[in-house]
Nanobody
């Protein structure tokens, strides 16, 4: 069994910063890619950022230059540093990972979500 545990959400003023963390644990053989999605009220879930290796990253246009995704392979952890936050960044942020478990099965695992609220 593999699980993702997220942390770091909360309330922040516009222009502020937050750092989200997501740690994978369980029967892990390896992790292919890890990413962050978000879902705002009344909207579809969208991909925010994905990291496929320590250096290969992609971002949705609306967060480029403000958000940075990074990964600690030794800790099976992915981070999302969010700077210059805007009210439109308000959403539940979900971590996702493509995990190869010890049985060599490939699984898409989701975290439970963490709420980020950007408001004055």
């Amino acid at each position: 069994q593999v699980q993702l545990v997220e942390s770091g959400g909360g309330l922040v003023q516009p222009g502020g910063s937050l750092r989200l963390s997501c740690a994978a644990s369980g029967s892990i053989f390896g992790i292919n890619h890890m990413g962050w999605y978000r879902q705002a009220p009344g909207k579809q879930r969208e991909l925010v950022a994905v990291i496929r290796s320590s250096t290969t990253t992609n971002y949705v246009d609306s967060v480029k230059g403000r958000f940075t995704i990074s990964r600690d392979n030794a800790r099976n952890t992915v981070y999302l540093q969010m700077n210059s936050l805007k009210p439109e960044d308000t959403a539940v942020y979900y971590c996702n990972a493509e995990v190869v478990n010890t049985a060599r099965s490939i699984l898409s695992i989701w975290g439970q979500g963490t709420l980020v609220t950007v408001s004055s």
